[in-house]
C-alpha cells in the first residue's frame, strides 16, 4: 500500500525560506511522477510542481516557477520542495501526490493522481 508523509511546513516571515519534505513507501516508485499541490481556504487545490521518479524531468506552475524546486532522493524514497522567496499568497496546506499514470498532459491535473499524503501547513505571515 502506497503512503506517503509530509513534513516540513510551518510559519515563516515573507522573503523566507522552507523546504518541504514527502516520505514515499509501500513500493518501488521508479514509474510514479511525485506531485506537490497546495489549497488554501477557499479556494481550489492548485498545481505546485511534479516531477518524474524515473529521469527527473520536472514542472512547476506559474505562480512558482523560479522560486520552487523540487528534487527527489532515490536512497530515501523522499521527495523535496525547497520553497524561496516566500509570499503571503503562498500561505496554504500542501499536499505531496503520486501515481504511475501520469503523463506529461496530466502532470498538472490533481484529479489523476490517486495516492496523497495528509498535507502540511505553511503559513507566510507578510
Known amino acids: 500500500q502506497v503512503q506517503l508523509v509530509e513534513s516540513g511546513g510551518g510559519l515563516v516571515q515573507a522573503g523566507g525560506s522552507l523546504r518541504l519534505s514527502c516520505a514515499a513507501s509501500g513500493r518501488s516508485f521508479s514509474s510514479y511522477t511525485m506531485g506537490w499541490f497546495r489549497q488554501a481556504p477557499g479556494k481550489e487545490r492548485e498545481f505546485v510542481a511534479a516531477?518524474?521518479?524515473?529521469?527527473?524531468?520536472?514542472d512547476y506552475g506559474d505562480s512558482v516557477k523560479g522560486r520552487f524546486t523540487i528534487s527527489r532522493d532515490y536512497a530515501k524514497n523522499t521527495v523535496y520542495l525547497e520553497m524561496n522567496s516566500l509570499k503571503p499568497e503562498d500561505t496554504a496546506v500542501y499536499y505531496c501526490?503520486?501515481?504511475?499514470?501520469?503523463?506529461?498532459?496530466?502532470?498538472?491535473?490533481?484529479?489523476?493522481?490517486?495516492?496523497w499524503g495528509q498535507g502540511t501547513q505553511v503559513t507566510v505571515s507578510s
Open positions: 501526490a503520486t501515481d504511475s499514470t501520469i503523463t506529461t498532459t496530466t502532470m498538472r491535473v490533481h484529479a489523476r493522481y490517486r495516492y
Open positions: 516531477i518524474r521518479w524515473s529521469g527527473g524531468s520536472t
